[in-house]
């Protein structure tokens, strides 16, 4: 039992901390704002939605399909997050948001969690459309008939945020677990919303080994500088 607390410890013990460290710093609502905007945002395009007078005004605003022209889809990518899909219950939707989004805006910030999730649900959003493209025959590929399937819901932004703060918090085990639930999931079930969590983890991908590189180049930046400011002290009048 010793050796499974110091695992846990080691995996989730940063992550942990710094939820409850924040938590008990203030009012709950007051350290996740984003996160109750989205999950009350979300729950009101379920309800609108499901009213004879509001589902094809929230098919305007955030109902996203690969037939689209692109201009429309990027428009309204953003708000398509926040619209559950009808197939699926909302309350998994308002769960995965409550949970995964609020570690996120607590750990890695806001703005950061907010550019994530965008990130990611575009990923997805743009790969359907080269999927398509592709055609069933290309292993990145896709049938022609998903471009007529709707693409909503926050599954994407969830997985990639889920990705990202796992990495930045050195969860690298749960990091692998989410990507390879993914994997089995498309490998059981190859459908669209499936290789678009992969694609959303591409996308996060990317954007990781960029902040790698910009910190492994800042880091180098204060090295000379350091190493310029000990020349010139070891080379000054006096010594």
Known sequence: MRTLGRLANAEWGPLYRTVRDTLRGTKPWRAIPLTLAAVSLTALA????NQPWGYQFVQNIGSVRAEDPLWLALL????????PALDLPVWGALAQILLVFGIAEIC???WRTLAIAYAATLAGTLYARV???LGPDHPLGLPASDAQVVDTGPSAAVVGL???VCWRYQAYVTAALVV??????????????GREHLAAIAAIAVVLALCAAAAAAGAAVRRRRAAAAAARISGSPGE
């Open 46 to 49: 379920q309800y609108v939605q």
């Open 76 to 83: 309204r990518t953003p708000l398509s997050l926040f619209v």
């Open 131 to 133: 999927g398509i493209e």
């Open 180 to 193: 390879a639930v993914m994997v089995v999931e498309v490998l059981v079930k190859d459908n669209l919303a």
């Open 108 to 110: 890695v910030g806001r």
């Open 162 to 164: 889920a990705v990202f």
